[in-house]
């Protein structure tokens, strides 16, 4: 399994809305896209991540970019984590992890679900990639100076 890189188009999958509703990724082009994958909602990394992403909501939304998490978790948690923490972007379920394989994210030590942001631009190509398990945090602030700096 390859995980898509730079220039790459993004895989056109089907994950659920935390409304139960199927929704494709390929639905949100027409403007740039922060995906980001993450392992679990409520882990303290993954909720490090999620609300540096929400606290940097104004620089993404000055870049025009939407911004997607995405896990395996079902959606009622995603319902629940965006609640409680005020997230102010879509958490989107991959429950087969359908999604996740047609990324190629990784699994860490082979068990736990991967963390990898991708920048991805109005025609769906892949601009940038940022993988850390570890780095939680930064994943948003890559993600926001890549659309900030005219990497993007």
Known sequence: MAMVGIGDRM??????????????IGDYLGRWLVIYFYPKDGSPGCTRE???FRDMHDDFSRAGATVLGVSSDPPESHRRFRGRYSLDFELLSDPGGAAR????VPKTLGLIDGRVTYVVDREGVVRHVFRS??????HARFAADSLAEGRA
């Open 133 to 138: 398990q570890v780095r939680a945090a930064r």
């Open 50 to 52: 999620a609300c540096a």
């Open 101 to 104: 394989k047609a990324f190629g």
């Open 11 to 24: 895989p056109d999958v089907a994950l659920l809305k935390e409304d139960g509703r199927e929704v494709r």
